[in-house]
T-cell receptor, first 110, second 115 residues
Framework: NAGVTQTPKFRVLKTGQSMTLLCAQDMNHEYMYWYRQDPGMGLRLIHYSVGEGTTAKGEVPDGYNVSRLKKQNFLLGLESAAPSQTSVYFC?????????FGQGTRLTVV | QQQVKQSPQSLIVQKGGISIINCAYENTAFDYFPWYQQFPGKGPALLIAIRPDVSEKKEGRFTISFNKSAKQFSLHIMDSQPGDSATYFCAASKGSGAGSYQLTFGKGTKLSVIP
């Protein structure tokens, strides 16, 4: 039982490049979330989904897009990466009140 | 607007001592208050959580104290151990309705327990 799996774990991008972060969960959870974690800032919600085919904006959505074509997968896209998007990205899924987090993706934009 | 304020940013405690981390919230619609523990290179993991119908919840060495009138809650770690060294995040959310269980996090407290 893998829980929440994020791919890749590390990535370096050049400014202007695009990429997609993949989150997969095997717990059949309806709710999924993307957060970014920056030093001294805690975790801030980027986008979330309340079920397959639905997405919604969180606190810091600018520069990101998401898709939830399958219940188990939640993709986070950066169309044109900027240095301000250097961060650690966490995906989470939820059942009831409890959220389960992935191991994170460390993204550096140079 | 920071809806959940956490203090201190960092904390050093001797082995066997009590670690105390405090949080304050602004949104009176919040009714679910979890604490997450994060080790370096790992994702946050739920440690303990409380709802406002009780003033205290204890699980092993970890206790949440909750003060609804002051809109404050705190995490107490008794008999702190080096293995407790981690970053701790408080969070809050609504338990029902639109945006239910959408967590708002504090900025985190880095706890170091020294032998």
């Amino acid at each position: 039982n893998a829980g929440v799996t994020q791919t890749p774990k590390f990535r370096v991008l050049k400014t202007g490049q695009s990429m997609t972060l993949l989150c997969a969960q095997d717990m059949n959870h309806e709710y999924m979330y993307w957060y970014r974690q920056d030093p001294g800032m805690g975790l801030r919600l980027i986008h979330y989904s309340v079920g397959e085919g639905t997405t919604a904006k969180g606190e810091v959505p600018d520069g990101y897009n998401v898709s939830r074509l399958k219940k188990q997968n939640f993709l986070l896209g950066l169309e044109s990466a900027a240095p301000s998007q250097t961060s650690v990205y966490f995906c989470a899924s939820r059942t009831g009140a409890r959220a389960f987090f992935g191991q994170g993706t460390r993204l550096t934009v140079v | 607007q920071q809806q959940v304020k956490q203090s201190p940013q960092s904390l050093i405690v001797q082995k066997g001592g009590i670690s105390i981390i405090n949080c304050a919230y602004e949104n009176t619609a919040f009714d679910y208050f979890p604490w997450y523990q994060q080790f370096p290179g790992k994702g946050p993991a739920l440690l303990i959580a409380i709802r406002p119908d009780v003033s205290e919840k204890k699980e092993g060495r970890f206790t949440i104290s909750f003060n609804k009138s002051a809109k404050q809650f705190s995490l107490h770690i008794m008999d702190s151990q080096p293995g407790d060294s981690a970053t701790y995040f408080c969070a809050a959310s609504k338990g029902s309705g639109a945006g239910s269980y959408q967590l708002t996090f504090g900025k985190g407290t880095k706890l170091s327990v020294i032998p």
